[in-house]
């Protein structure tokens, strides 16, 4: 399977298929900190980061959020003093698409300032 950092996302419309238990079963094996969790009845691709300060939380989230505005998908993120929760889940579906995985990885790339 290709590295997920390396694709993009694709639009998705209401009706695109959800990611199929062997896709997730795929994507999750290059994931590996990653957790899906029911929020509100949708699968969520969910982790929580850790950090020294407020400033390098709020870098990290800044980083994050300009990954997600190139790829015109976003996350909920949730920032503190010291710590980052980041959940993916496409809104148009109620559920996770294979955009939700490209973007948790890349999501991982931000911690080195990779993307």
Avoid: Y
């Amino acid at each position: 399977m290709n590295k997920l950092t390396g694709n993009k996302c694709e639009p998705c419309k209401a009706g695109a298929p959800l990611a199929t238990d062997e896709e997730i079963g795929a994507f999750m094996q290059q994931l590996p900190e990653w957790s899906i969790l029911q929020v509100n009845g949708v699968n969520c691709l969910t982790r929580s980061f850790t950090f020294k300060n407020f400033r390098e939380a709020l870098d990290f989230t800044n980083r994050v959020g300009t990954v997600a505005e190139a790829e015109n998908h976003h996350p909920e993120i949730t920032t503190g003093w010291g710590n980052v929760t980041v959940q993916w889940w496409t809104h148009k579906i109620g559920g996770l698409h294979r955009n939700d995985f490209i973007m948790a990885a890349k999501t991982d790339a931000c911690l080195t300032g990779e993307p």
